[in-house]
Structures are given as structure tokens and as C-alpha cells.
């Protein structure tokens, strides 16, 4: 069984062989959950990309065929 020691920060280093099962690269995060029976589960904390949609707040307006077609006449008109 893999084991490792704590540092006086508070500090593990997954052992090699929990990273492999894992699935873990450098810079991946983990998340730590406390069962009801009072072990531990230490699992990847992945983020579904789908789940993040509409979080961020886009302040571009959309543009109509009409105003695009407009700009390019303008641009032409310049030239």
C-alpha cells in the first residue's frame, strides 16, 4: 500500500502509483471528501466544460446582416 508523510506545511506528494489510478498530470487538482464512514476519497476534480456555459458575460453585441452589409458598403464607399 502506498503511503506518504507529511510536511511540516501540511504537504503530501501522491505517490506514483494513486496518481497513475488516478489518471493525474502535473497541475491537476484534487479534491478530498470525508465519507460517512470517516475515510477519505481522494478524487480528480475535473470540470465539465458544458457545465461552464453562460459563467462568463460577453458584453459584444451581435450584428445584423443588414449593419454588416452596411459596413462593407461604407468601407468600399472610403476606398
Known sequence: MPSSTITSKGQI???VEVRRALGLRPGDRVSFR???DGSVVVEPETV??????GSVKSNVRGVS???MQRAIEKGVRRR
Open 65 to 67: 446582416v443588414e449593419q
Open 34 to 36: 470525508t465519507a460517512r
Open 48 to 53: 465539465d466544460l458544458m457545465s461552464l456555459k
Open 13 to 15: 506528494t501522491l505517490p
